[in-house]
């Protein structure tokens, strides 16, 4: 099966950086996928990572290390409306190319 | 696109009592998940389906769950008897094959919180 870790919660100030780290442990890596949800949402989709490196996306920009089982989610400019649960979730060739393992979230608090 | 549909957002019954979700998935996706989201183990995949048949249900908890996908645009996930356990947020969501890369995103509906007393 798969492991994912992430911590519970951060907090973090209005026009700051954060990263919020993921560390895996699965056989058949085939992806690692972030989402955010908002207390009382549905879980949206913000980036995908599949080979190392550093892929960006305004604001937000996720970082893959596959030797090392290792994401990191950096979080750029914070807004309030930033705060919300970060979900990590990896896919596993072995268990399905559809199927993700999500990770069980880290809260994010942004004060101003 | 309206999005994942599901209904009813809120549900709340008494134990021994059979419960009945729904979900329309994003027309022209031709995959279904089922998830469920607590405190305690976040968020779980019980069962999908591809075109309409399930291709893994391997985290649907017990006999009590079943779920279907008689069409394309509609899927069912029932409980009976319901328990307080099943207490929980109920996701579907949808997604397709992308026309480039690899990334598959997957869609959630909004959910449907299910309390069961």
């Known amino acids: 099966g798969q492991n994912i870790d992430q911590p519970t919660e951060m907090t973090a100030t209005e026009g700051a950086i954060v990263q919020i780290n993921c560390t895996y442990q699965?056989?058949?890596?085939?992806?690692l996928f972030w989402y955010q949800q908002h207390a009382g949402e549905a879980p949206t989709f913000l980036s995908y990572n599949v080979l190392d490196g550093l892929e960006e996306k305004g604001r937000f920009s996720s970082f893959l290390s596959r030797s090392k089982g290792y994401s990191y989610l950096l979080l750029k400019e914070l807004q309030m409306k930033d705060s919300a649960s970060y979900l990590c979730a990896v896919r596993d060739r072995n268990t399905g190319f559809q199927k993700l393992v999500f990770g069980t979230g880290t809260r994010l608090l942004v004060s101003p | 696109d309206a999005g994942v549909i599901q209904s009813p957002r809120h549900e709340v019954t008494e134990m021994g009592q059979e419960v009945t979700l729904r979900c329309k998935p994003i027309s022209g996706h031709d995959y279904l998940f089922w998830y469920r989201q607590t405190m305690m183990r976040g968020l779980e995949l019980l069962i999908y389906?591809?075109?309409?048949?399930?291709?893994?249900d391997s985290g649907m908890p017990e006999d009590r769950f079943s779920a279907k996908m008689p069409n394309a645009s509609f899927s069912t996930l029932k409980i009976q008897p319901s328990e307080p356990r099943d207490s929980a947020v109920y996701f579907c969501?949808?997604?397709?094959?992308?026309?480039?890369?690899?990334?598959?995103?997957?869609?959630f509906g909004p959910g449907t919180r299910l309390t069961v007393t």
């Open positions: 389906f591809n075109n309409n048949v399930p291709i893994d």
């Open positions: 699965t056989s058949g890596f085939n992806g």
């Open positions: 969501a949808s997604s397709s094959p992308p026309e480039r890369g690899l990334a598959y995103e997957q869609y």
